[in-house]
């Protein structure tokens, strides 16, 4: 297992579009979570999964904002309607439910123009 | 809220400098706290934890104590190298295993050979 996998790695799209993110997670972890980073700020936490079930989400995350864990095992992000403001680094983070340890995917950039 | 206050960057020492990167914390509960550290071009590593007052957490000569009465879990060590520069944040998690991190600004360290 060579870790949290995310796809794509940069993403530029044009305001109004809608975009999906891929986050894969370590095999045997049964937690997901999605967090966003603005550019000098530390990531912020958008949502949580334990298996397929999304237990808590963010003021953050607006109703343009979708994310899916179908089966338990890779999660979706999508965006509807990207505006500029959503330009961002989009993490995404896996745990083992017993341990306290996140491990975290490079991210995907987006950039909305 | 949850909040985490992280010294301002960036910092800029010479190799074999101490280091210090000051970290305050504001909850409501009892939270572990974590340092991870985002090197050029990878994603976020947890570098040290801790998760009761008093605890000493420490990593590739990185320490952080995490200091109830003063809220603190400041960073340090004693000889900094090149390949220690990087982002550095310092987050809480106010649920054990459950990884909901929040976490600071970052600070971005320098080492100069």
């Known amino acids: 297992d060579t870790g949290v996998s995310q796809d794509p790695r940069h993403k530029i799209t044009k305001r109004g579009q809608n975009v999906t993110f891929r986050c894969d997670p370590i095999?045997?972890?049964?937690?997901l979570y999605w967090y966003r980073q603005t550019l000098g700020q530390g990531p912020e936490f958008l949502t949580y999964?334990?298996?397929?079930?999304?237990?808590?989400k963010s003021r953050l995350l607006s109703d343009r904002f979708s994310a899916e864990r179908p089966k338990g095992s890779f999660s979706t992000l999508e965006i509807q309607r990207t505006e500029q403001g959503d330009s961002a680094m989009y993490l995404c983070?896996?745990?083992?439910?017993?341990?306290?340890?996140?491990?975290f995917g490079q991210g995907t950039r987006l950039t909305v123009v | 809220g949850d909040s985490v206050t992280q010294m301002e960057g960036p910092v800029t020492l010479s190799e074999e400098a101490f280091l210090t990167i000051n970290c305050t914390y504001t909850a409501t509960g009892y939270p572990s706290l974590f340092w991870y550290v985002q090197y050029p071009g990878e994603g976020l590593q947890l570098l040290l934890k801790a998760t009761k007052a008093d605890d000493k957490g420490s990593n590739k000569g990185f320490e952080a104590t995490y200091r109830k009465e003063t809220t603190s879990f400041h960073l340090e060590k004693g000889s900094v190298q090149v390949s220690d520069s990087a982002v550095y944040f310092c987050a809480l998690s106010e649920i054990q295993g459950a990884q909901k991190l929040v976490f600071g600004q970052g600070t971005r360290l320098t080492i100069n050979p």
């Open positions: 983070a896996s745990s083992f439910s017993l341990t306290d340890e996140a491990f």
């Open positions: 095999s045997e972890h049964n937690r």
């Open positions: 999964f334990q298996n397929e079930a999304q237990l808590e």
